[in-house]
């Protein structure tokens, strides 16, 4: 029985492949590329993948692997299953926007994920997906999120934090400051609760280790801490099993690696929910028929459904899904400005002329600062906040057009992963400067008609039915806050001196070919993108 078992998977894979050459052949379409690994099952590609994901710089292994063949669409056969990994923007419509219908997130992904996740839109298929994004889409209208009164508060806060370590000569991990803004400002949209979590104990410059994704205090964690010390873990083990493939579940055959920290997210929800379903309640009994707070999406979302369980999930999808995306643009946007000086300088005087050293931004004044967008534009091209999305495509064979008048057969239940980052910086799409910050591209022309006849080039939000709900909410957040940071802070300085050990991007690195060779920190994937070990920067006030 021991040989019995690879004989059979031999067996299958190659009738496997058989069936799927003899089927494109039939549909007149072309098979895409497979990587030929040195083991079987391509074990040694798992490796390359897994290793890559430790040490190299982000993407690297699909970067080479896309190059070694090429080509924009690979697959990768991991343990003998279909996994295709692609940057070709052609594919990535098909599968976000024309061919919507032929996929869903695929069983693989909801083993991985259910259990944190469950019943929340990020996570829904079918039926539960349409349900919940027809629920969520009036809440997501434009005059709901453009009362930037929220904003306001905690980028004040904010501001005052990073002014007083600037005052004590002492720089700042932005990339922490950046997870509780964005946590406070969700919280407060999302529940109605002042999480003010930036009110809590700030790490302090020197006195870090490195964390699952940023930087840790060396002593003692507080209940928020906690908190977000299990997001972050459950981000890295399921970015892990992402990689690890099929194997994932028999290397935690022993213990499920999220099994503790998922009691202490539902735990700091639970009292939360408790209060609006009880709030609820007393409102029907007094016989009120409005929603406790119109702005507020879980009162809202209280007022569709008794469902408790299905609530506490839709917020943690939510929460999940709107802080560290936010936050990783803006702690992106900031180590431009270090990197970039004369771009933080343009900025500031574009703000400036339209609103002076105090006044805060509109919707209107947001949409009209031209700069401000390309400057965000340019980040979320550089460093997507999701640099990566999977989806699996169902159960019949599918003919997807590609670029290079190619049509690919794609066979049924077959993975792909979608890599926005690499598309992103595809020098025949973006030209030679494909990898440099240049903002100023978002101003010309020649980008803006490739961008309007290529849609798909440039997707940091993905596309199709399923593009980001909250979209216009994070732009309105990101730019908010960069307004309020420009008016007071005239530079910033990257000080990697202070990033805990391990952080900082190898001396190897120097002299790379693309953004590998010109990055002074080190870019890492948890389901979102980051900076290893935070970012600490000095912001330089304008007095
Ligand atoms: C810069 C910030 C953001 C970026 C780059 C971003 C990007 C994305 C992307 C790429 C997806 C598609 C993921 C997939 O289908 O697998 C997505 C979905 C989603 N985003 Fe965002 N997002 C951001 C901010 C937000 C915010 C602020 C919210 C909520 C207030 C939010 C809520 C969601 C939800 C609920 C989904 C799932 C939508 C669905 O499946 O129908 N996002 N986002």
Known sequence: SVFAIPLYISARSYVDLWTHDKAAKRLNATIVPRVQGRWPGNIDIALRVAKSFKEEYVFQVFADLFREYGVTTLNMRLFWCDQMITMDENVIKFVSSTGFLHFDKGIKWHERLDKILGTGLLNSDGDLWKTGRATARPFFARQRISDFAIFERTSTTTLDLITSRCRDGLPIDIQDLMSRFTLDSASEFLFGVKLDTLSLPLTVPGKVKLGPKGSLPIDGITEFDEFIEALEHVAVVTTQRSTQGEIWPLLELFKDRVEDSIPIIMNFMEPIVKRTMAEKQRRKDTGVETVASENVFLDYLASKTDDVEHIRYELVNYLIASRDTTAALLTFVVYFFSMHPAVCDRLRDEILAALGPEECPTYDTLRSMKYLRSVLNEALRLFPSLPSIARTSLDTPLVI???????????????????????????????????????????????????????????????????????????????????????????????????????????????????????????????????????????????
């Open 401 to 543: 057009p590609a670029s290079n008048q190619q049509a690919f057969y794609f066979p049924p239940q077959a993975l792909v992963r979608t890599l926005p980052l690499l598309l992103h910086r595809r020098h025949d799409l973006w030209g030679d400067d494909a990898d440099e910050f240049r903002p100023e591209r978002w101003l010309e022309t020649a980008t803006m008609e490739k961008v309007q006849t290529t849609p798909f080039m440039y997707c940091p939000f993905w596309g199709g039915p399923r593009i980001c709900i909250g979209q216009e909410f994070a732009l309105n957040e990101a730019g908010f806050f960069i307004v309020k940071l420009l008016q007071r802070f005239k530079s910033f300085r990257f000080m990697p001196s202070f990033q805990p050990v391990g952080s900082l991007p190898p001396k190897e690195w120097l002299g790379k070919a693309g953004r590998q060779g010109l990055e002074k920190i080190f870019p890492a994937v948890n389901m979102t993108l980051h900076s290893k070990g935070g970012l600490w920067v000095y912001g330089a006030l304008d007095e």
